[in-house]
């Protein structure tokens, strides 16, 4: 499936993106929040027609769990909206007040896309508490139970999709977005099974399937909100972009050797800090323009702001 998921990205960015490279990882903001469009508007109009066919089929038979799935579904087509208006308010332009970009409202949006999550499967785990408290009849209907079955392959090609997306343009939004279409998915699967259950009258089975629904999307929600919390705060770089900077930098000649490293995220665009080495015999204006040399090179290969400070060898061999 990963395959077909990746021919078919490569084939709408070529169509639907101006031609844009599908090979090469995008760091441009401009092209990033067309990626990021693509993926929400895929995203709104899957959702937008599994919601209405759950739905539908939730009324039709009097199920919990496949309302509880349809809202989830449902809610999906709001968290590509939030991914919209992220990115649309991220790509604007630094300003006086925020000199490094708004690209942290990416964060934000996933944050936004956590809590939705967790509320949408707070209010059906009341829910289905209430159903398998008063064992409320369901019909079932393996027919239906099929339809979903098939949705929940669909959903399972939305979040690949999602993934190869986020991946492409590094972007958290859109990969809390897949493992939503996941969790969707996942429980869709639930779902599927409960309906099959109620058709001999086992009807408590829909009502422990949506309490499962509901925990799964909770603890799908709370685990993003981790995550986006915690780039919010501040968190380190991944050692796979330390290891590309110190590769960077150390390509510079006259660089013999480098540290403290940090790396501040605004989703998009990075700012670096980092010291480097140099020879003592070396004038300052050499000192400096390799400094320059290293920002450059960072800056071309990373999205970000470059910021050298260069030290004598000796002084830190003396340390």
Avoid: C
Wanted: hydrophobic share 45%; aromatic share 8%.
């Amino acid at each position: 499936m990963n395959d077909m998921v990746r021919k078919t990205v490569d084939f709408m960015i070529t169509h639907f993106l101006r031609g844009e490279k599908s090979s090469q990882k995008v760091t441009e903001s401009d092209t990033r929040k067309r990626y990021a469009y693509l993926e929400a508007w895929v995203s709104i109009i899957g959702n937008f027609f599994l919601a209405a066919i759950k739905i539908m089929f939730g009324l039709m038979l009097n199920s919990i769990s496949l309302l509880a799935d349809a809202a989830h579904t449902a809610s999906d087509v709001l968290t590509s909206v939030v991914v919209l208006l992220g990115f649309r308010l991220s790509s604007s332009p630094a300003d006086e007040k925020h000199p490094y970009g708004h690209g942290r409202i990416e964060f934000l949006a996933t944050l936004l896309i956590a809590a939705m999550l967790i509320i949408v499967g707070l209010e059906f785990g009341k829910s289905s508490y209430g159903r398998l408290v008063s064992n409320t009849p369901v019909r079932g209907s393996l027919a239906v139970a099929a339809v979903m079955l098939a949705g929940a392959a669909f959903k399972e090609w939305m979040a690949r999709f999602s993934i190869d997306l986020g991946t492409r343009i590094n972007a958290p939004a859109l990969i809390a977005d897949a493992w939503h279409h996941r969790t969707d998915g996942v429980a869709s699967v639930l779902v599927s099974v409960a309906i099959m259950a109620s058709q001999y009258g086992y009807y408590k089975v829909d009502a422990v399937f949506g309490l499962g629904v509901s925990a799964l999307i909770i603890y799908t929600g709370i685990g993003i909100a981790g995550e986006s919390s915690s780039k919010l705060i501040g968190e380190a770089a991944d050692q796979e972009m330390i290891d590309d900077i110190k590769k960077i930098a150390l390509s510079v000649p006259g660089v013999t050797s480098i540290h403290k490293i940090q790396v501040h995220d605004y989703g998009d665009r990075k700012m670096i800090s980092l010291h480097i080495q140099v020879a003592n015999q070396l004038s300052l204006k050499e000192a400096h323009d390799i400094s320059e040399q290293v920002e450059r090179a960072i800056e071309s290969r990373i999205n970000s702001k470059a910021i050298v400070h260069v030290e004598p060898l000796l002084d830190l061999e003396q340390n």
